[in-house]
């Protein structure tokens, strides 16, 4: 019976049948869509080669179906009532585990799930398209144990209820597009160990009562809108010991004294918030620290003593604040340390040659103008040793009056050369001025952690997303480099050796460029530009079928068509003959050509270009692959 492999129903429900459904049961109906065997007396596990039939709308077992594991599989249609399978195990009192994670099943969370037996134990539904708030009823499942919903699509807040689950011990919905506030009710799951609600956008404080969570092992809330200050009771958690990621938020104050009590920790990330005052000594009690991040926020004073014990760190990050002092030299002697990050800040003196300092694409000192030495490799100012003090002295006061002098003689030039600009500075936005200074945490920010739902495009070599800038609210574009790929350093370089001198109306214009690191320590090279609001030529030449809109929605009329190629024609003309040296674009297509929100057109993309010297313009043109083209 199990090979009618042109069958779309198969329901044997309902009747006395009994056997057992072994797991390498050969089940070859690959357009079967209603699969039942419902109430009868077969037991056993579900075989494994029902997942092969992709047009499954309805299975149904009896009632005394233990487990139910659909996992890693391409069911589901990614829309309404792919879930709808799940309403008919609301009345099987035997049900333990349900796993439907990494499929494409879509719709609503549906609510029938709050009925399920109180013999649930793990819920699983992770990595597919669901949508929809997480029920309230969940909190009818006493005894559950296990819930992953992480990487869907799901809204609202967190319930209250879900502190009714005084068994759960696992509980991850990162990747979603949750909101409102961490419920105090989660300091109820006594017996919670591991929290994952990162990439989301949950708002207020981070709730005193998870210091009552006394089993903890890890907590990671990053990239979300967290305010207020770090809990104390939550750094008194002894337990915490796996990771404690709380970066990318918005939380202020200093870091707690109560770090002390974090004594297993593996890792722990303050990244990117708006924590302030002095670094607490008592971090060094956190003798098991592997990785400690604490850049990107207001610190200040030296680094404390007592980090000297944290001899296991194999990264550590303090960019970015306003740290001071010498650099402690007992980071020479951490032999695990393989990413150190210090730039930034306001350290002096010498910077030390032994250690991790000897590893110059490990280590990274840049933006701390009073440091010098160090290997040559760090591309830092040298030691001035001074032989006498008079003759430093001297030295100073001739520097001094040869500055006032010239300082003075260049006044007036410059009071009129500010004039004769005055105009044109009246014109330069203060989103130009500010984004001069942008970094990867700004940008990772201004994208929302570079998400799909921001990704606008990609291409060889890298992929653009839009952000916005969360000082100023502006939209800019993100062109960032796959550095992975072949070739996408040199696109990088010729872009910004292409753009670097040029203007023109018909050009996008490129805003700043990037070279840094991510918080791995990984290279992160990113363009930002202005962003073009009706997006490129393609888009409008080719539009994509959308059923939701009229077909002559995205059509370009005689006159705009016209109008587009004279725009680029201007462009090509500036590049070709009015540049210091002539411009070959190289990659000329509708989908480079991006239209403002006026329908002007602009050439963007020039990680192909080629810039022509003058004397290579007297070569005959079969010797220049772009001439002869």
């Not at 956008?201 to 990671?220: D, E, M, W, Y």
């Not at 520097?399 to 330069?428: D, H, M, N, P």
């Not at 942008?438 to 929302?448: G, N, P, V």
Request: charged share 15%; glycine share 8%.
């Amino acid at each position: 019976m199990f090979n009618l492999s042109n069958i779309r129903l198969f329901d044997i429900g309902e009747n006395k049948i009994q056997g057992t459904l072994y797991t390498d049961l050969a089940i070859t109906m690959p357009y079967v869509e209603t699969f039942s065997v419902m109430g009868n007396k077969i037991s056993g596990q579900i075989p494994i080669s029902i997942t092969n039939a992709s047009n499954l709308h309805i299975l149904e077992f009896n009632d005394k179906l233990s487990m139910l594991q659909l996992g890693e599989n391409d069911l589901g249609h990614g829309r309404e009532r792919d879930l709808n399978f799940l309403c008919t195990l609301v009345n099987n009192t035997k049900l333990e585990f349900l796993f439907i994670s990494d499929n494409n099943f879509g719709g609503v969370f549906p609510k029938c799930v709050s009925n399920f037996s109180n013999t649930l134990l793990r819920l699983e539904i992770d990595e597919n398209k669901i949508m929809g708030r997480i029920p309230d009823g969940i909190g009818n499942l006493l005894n559950l144990e296990v819930l992953f919903a992480s990487d869907n699509q799901l809204s609202g807040p967190i319930p209250f209820e879900i502190g009714r689950l005084q068994k759960l011990n696992k509980f991850f919905a990162h990747i979603n597009f949750l909101f409102g506030t961490i419920p105090h009710s989660i300091g109820n799951l006594s017996g919670l160990t591991k929290v994952g609600l990162e990439f989301n956008n949950l708002q207020g404080n981070i709730p005193p009562s998870i210091g009552k969570c006394q089993s903890l092992l890890g907590l990671t809330v990053s990239n979300n809108s967290l305010s207020g200050p770090i809990p104390p009771q939550l750094l008194g958690v002894s337990s915490v010991s796996i990771i404690l990621d709380l970066s990318s938020n918005y939380l202020t104050g200093e870091l707690p004294v109560a770090v002390e009590n974090l004594k297993i920790l593996g890792q722990l990330y303050v990244s990117q918030n708006r924590l302030s005052g002095l670094l607490p000594k008592t971090l060094g009690s956190c003798v098991s620290l592997e990785k400690l991040y604490l850049d990107g926020n207001h610190f200040e004073g030296p680094i404390p003593s007592s980090l000297s014990s944290l001899r296991g760190l194999e990264a550590l990050d303090v960019s970015n604040n306003n740290l001071s002092g010498e650099i402690p030299e007992f980071l020479v002697r951490f032999g695990a340390l393989r990413y150190l990050n210090l730039s930034f800040n306001n350290f002096e003196g010498v910077i030390p040659s032994g250690g991790i300092f000897k590893n110059a694409s490990a280590t990274f000192v840049e933006g701390n103008s009073k440091l010098c030495g160090g290997i040559p490799e760090l591309h830092m100012l040298r030691c001035n040793l001074k032989t006498s003090s008079s003759n430093s002295l001297r030295l100073e006061v001739a520097i001094i009056v040869v500055t006032l002098g010239v300082t003075l003689a260049s006044t007036c030039l410059l009071i009129l050369w500010f004039r004769k600009k005055k105009e044109k500075q009246a014109t330069t936005t203060s989103v130009e001025n500010s984004v001069l200074q942008l970094s990867y945490q700004s940008i990772l920010r201004a994208t929302d952690g570079f998400s799909t739902q921001n990704l606008v495009g990609s291409g060889s070599f890298g992929s653009v997303y839009k952000g916005v800038l969360e000082a100023s609210g502006t939209v800019i574009a993100v062109k960032v480099l796959n550095l992975l790929n072949r070739g996408a350093f040199r696109s990088f370089l010729a872009e910004c050796e292409a753009l670097k001198n040029i203007r023109h109306r018909n050009l996008v214009k490129v805003l700043t460029a990037i070279s840094g690191v991510d918080y791995q320590g990984n290279d992160f090279k990113a363009l930002v530009y202005e962003f073009m609001e009706n997006g490129s030529l393609e888009d409008w030449l080719h539009p994509l079928i959308d059923m939701n809109e009229p077909e002559t929605a995205r059509n370009l009329n005689f006159f705009q068509r016209v109008s587009v190629a004279i725009d680029v024609a201007h462009a090509f003309e500036y590049l070709h003959h009015h540049c210091e040296e002539p411009i070959i674009h190289c990659d000329l297509k509708p989908s480079n050509i991006l239209l403002d929100e006026e329908m002007v057109g602009h050439i963007s993309d020039f990680g192909l270009a080629k810039i022509l010297s003058t004397d290579r313009l007297t070569y005959s043109a079969n010797k220049s692959s772009s001439l002869g083209l």
